[in-house]
Nanobody, 118 residues
Framework: QVQLVESGGGLVQAGGSLGVSCAAS?????LGWFRQAPGMEREFVVS???????NYADSVNGRFFISRDNAKNTVYLRMDSLKPEDTAVYYC???????????????WGQGTQVTVSS
């Protein structure tokens, strides 16, 4: 099982930007981000394959941008034009195929808090 370590996140005002990153312990076919707000189910944000193919949730498309450095087994998520509804714990996840269902991912990071104030 791959180990995932997230970093980044924090507090920002609405309209601002934040970045989070996720380092995997070994090469992984698919890496993605999910988020979970209090009392809510874990929600798909974006995923990227080792070949650079991406899949964004409609709610973040055009505001969030994922990139991947395969040499470092690391993905970077830049979040622009943040909204209060983006507030959540953001989790990095590793999987074997594109899916927006968190149950189809095999490994998870510990999560990092992103808070957007209005």
């Amino acid at each position: 099982q791959v180990q995932l370590v997230e970093s980044g996140g924090g507090l920002v005002q609405a309209g601002g930007s934040l970045g989070v990153s996720c380092a995997a312990s070994k090469p992984t076919l698919l890496l993605g981000w999910f988020r979970q707000a209090p009392g809510m189910e874990r929600e798909f944000v974006v995923s990227v394959s080792s070949g650079g193919y991406t899949n964004y949730a409609d709610s973040v498309n055009g505001r969030f941008f994922i990139s991947r450095d395969n040499a470092k087994n690391t993905v970077y998520l830049r979040m622009d034009s943040l909204k209060p509804e983006d507030t959540a714990v953001y989790y990095c996840a590793a999987g074997s195929y594109f899916s927006t269902n968190w149950r189809n991912y095999d490994s998870w990071g510990q999560g990092t808090q992103v808070t957007v104030s209005s």
